[in-house]
């Protein structure tokens, strides 16, 4: 039996917005202002020329922006999805995780809906198990992998997505256990201007503008701004969120300078999120990042990255309003009566309600990556040093108490990552080889290496077979070590986890055609999971001696260029995973897609007038439990086969169109996680104007 309950998550500092405005942007945006003005004053300040096609090429010639070294798709002896602007147009999505659900080794297990709040699972790998990057520099949340789904861009700013099938920490850095996922924004060399509106079912709301433009001559800068908003499918599941993103870019012939900073903040109903015990959690989330690439030289390139991440975090176990609990006399009441209580019919202090978890945490880093090329082949090398720091009521150890806005922070932890690394590679006739190694020390979980090896091996221009064994490492999170609560007990004495992945695959990269396939085989060590013995027990987390995982990939992907149908793909994931030793109920690592299908086509119906629909299957490894809506018993079923299908409808005219999306047009009814019903039928419409 495979178990799935949701583990209580902790969170913020920000007032609620009342319909008063976003009141968080009082507390955060002169820190926006203060970060975002020097980079404007940097990058405007070079009289530099900068100029990028932002059109989409041939796949044997897209170059990988999330390595540390120079890398096109036909060189790389992984599988890497790209996801290109033109196939985001031509797909049924208008949010990030509307995208992401069909694409090829993802599994995205929602709570919420449109963006809210989703788990990014890679090859069966769970939600911590993911690094994720914004134009290369990381975004991973060190707290919990729950929050790292703040993505803080539209869809229409993203020029390509790279999906990293497979560990790479030697490649992409610390925390690429199971992959990395790295969002590429758009860099245009003319004025490009955006407005989106779109509405629908449940009050739903959603607004964003992105204009991207070259300032004279020297710099280019893009810019966007999001807000979202609903009543929810049911109760406690409204939300509200924001977010905005500046990106300004200098380049002359052998210098780039690459400065961004975004901002997001969002609050929702957390309906049976963390636990079905305690229903009516809200959560409010804000994430402020900012980060500065410099890059020089052309046969010796120096890349030099400085990054700096804050999030802020509130977790309401009993939602906190007028409609629902207040604070009186020291305790949480609602309606005069409903007292909160972790335990009913018990008077001890213990048993009430004490107040909401805050948490406020940062990561620091710095970066150099050198590449050179000689007699030898490609040369790489670098370092990382990277400080996560947490200051909250309930997540790490004593600290000497801090105020922040109101709040006490008297525990806390701070971690520093150094991390330092090399590559080789070289091209022999037809056989491209690489390998190199890592070397990891963090000063609590001491020293320690990966390494990784690939062959690429061209049968003909378009033919390529490769074969790889790489490593991939990841930190306990914050939550992992420290998170204790009515459902939950951290483990401070977790180790850190290691993958190792055997693979061999194929491509094929073909003028209107994309084919990938791949056999992998991936042996996990001191793999983290929350467990228990018991229903009865608390979900606690451990190391598992060892977690080995089996899998088989196959994408294709054709362009047709007809009216009948234009771009046609397809992508299947098979995963098997042996269960762990012990007699444990997992919450995290058996819940993974067994079988994972999807197709998606894009047909113009008559001129300017297109649809765009996919289908998918899924077939979910374990069990899942849910409340009988007729009797209100909790009860334990595996999970079936589901099949989702989407479509969007859309006319367009020459700078303007009009769309309508449904989603899960069979309204069929299926849980990604515990307790957790995922809506039926939706329909949304909206508008769209380009410049």
Known sequence: MNSKKIKNRNIVLFKRWQNKGFSILSTI???????????????????????????????????????????????NSVLVNIISNEQIKKMPASTLSDLLKGSLGVDLQQRGTDDIQADISIRGGNFDQNLILLNGVPISDPQTGHNSFSIPVPLEMIRKIEIIQGPGTRIYGLGAYSGAINIVTKS?????????????????????????????????????ASYNSSNGYTTNTDYKSISQFLNLICRKK????????????????????????????????????????IEIGQNYKNKINVYFNLGTDEFQLFRESEEWYQHIDNYWIK?????????????????????????????????????????????????????NQIKSTVLGEEIDPVD??????????????????????KTFGKVDVSFGTNLIYNEKFGLFTTFGGDINYKISSPNRIYLSINQGVRMPTFTDLYYNGPSNIGNIDLKPEKATTYEIGYKYFGKNIQILSAIFYRKG???????????????????????????FEFALNKNFNSRIIDLFNINYTYLYQDKPQGNYISKYTLNYLRHNLSFSANHEIIKNLNLNWRARYSFRNGTYFYQDESTSNILETNFNGTWLIDAKLSFKLKNFSIYVQVSNILNTEYYDLSYIKLPGRSIKGGVKFNL
């Not at 945006?29 to 009289?47: C, D, E, Q």
């Not at 107040?355 to 945490?361: D, E, F, I, R, S």
């Not at 922040?404 to 090399?422: C, M, P």
């Open 29 to 75: 945006g002169k820190i926006v202002i203060v970060l975002t003005l020097p980079f404007i004053y940097l990058t405007l300040s070079f009289n530099l020329a900068f100029s990028q096609n932002d059109t989409i090429v041939d796949l044997l010639g897209v170059m990988i922006n999330s390595q540390r070294r120079t890398v096109f798709t036909h060189q």
């Open 188 to 224: 245009p060399e003319k004025l490009q201007l955006m407005l989106n509106a779109e509405t629908g079912e449940n009050n739903f709301l959603t607004g964003n503008v992105y204009i991207g433009s070259p300032i004279g001559k020297n710099s280019i800068f893009g810019y966007s």
């Open 254 to 293: 052998y210098f780039r300078i690459s400065n961004q900073v975004s901002f997001n903040a969002k609050q929702y109903g957390a309906y049976n999120f963390y636990t079905p015990n305690f229903p009516f959690q809200y959560e409010i989330i804000g994430k402020l990042r900012a980060s500065t690439s």
């Open 335 to 387: 309606n005069g009566t409903d007292t909160a209580k972790y335990a009913q019919n018990i008077y001890q202090s213990w048993a009430y309600y004490s107040g909401h978890n805050y948490h406020l945490t940062n990561t620091i880093g710095s970066s150099f990556n050198s590449e050179f090329n000689s007699f030898f082949g490609n040369t790489s090398y670098g370092f990382n040093i990277e400080r």
């Open 404 to 425: 922040w806005l109101g709040k006490t922070y008297s525990k806390g932890d701070t971690r520093i990552n150094y991390n330092i690394f090399a590559d080789q590679s």
């Open 525 to 551: 060590k001191n793999t983290i999971d929350w467990v228990k013995e018991s229903e009865t027990e608390k979900w606690q987390t451990m190391n598992y001696t060892e977690v080995n995982t089996k899998g």
